[in-house]
């Protein structure tokens, strides 16, 4: 292990923490309202998410800061290009109808 391990751990678990959570919410809006852009959104923050853990197991497990970097990086490419279609998905629009009565 070097002097980075502790600054490392402790940003991937961050990221953890945040994106897991985004990705949650965002699986979460999605189960609510069945939008296909929300899908795209939980599925590309949780690869983020994914990549950011297998980078530090591949760093402080594997003890190869190098694969630890590809991995995430790699992930995290794959992530974003997620998010970028989640911007075109097409999305189903809902629309309400509300009546107003008047009492006298």
Known sequence: ???YT???AVANTATLLTGGAVALLAYRAFRRTGSAALRAVAAGFGFIVVGS????????VGNNVALGVTIQS???A???TILLYSLYAETTATTTTVTLRRSD
Do not use: D, P
């Open 1 to 3: 292990m070097n002097e």
């Open 6 to 8: 502790l600054l490392i």
């Open 53 to 60: 853990l297998g980078g530090a197991v591949a760093h402080i």
């Open 74 to 76: 790699a992930f995290t």
């Open 78 to 80: 794959g992530g974003f």
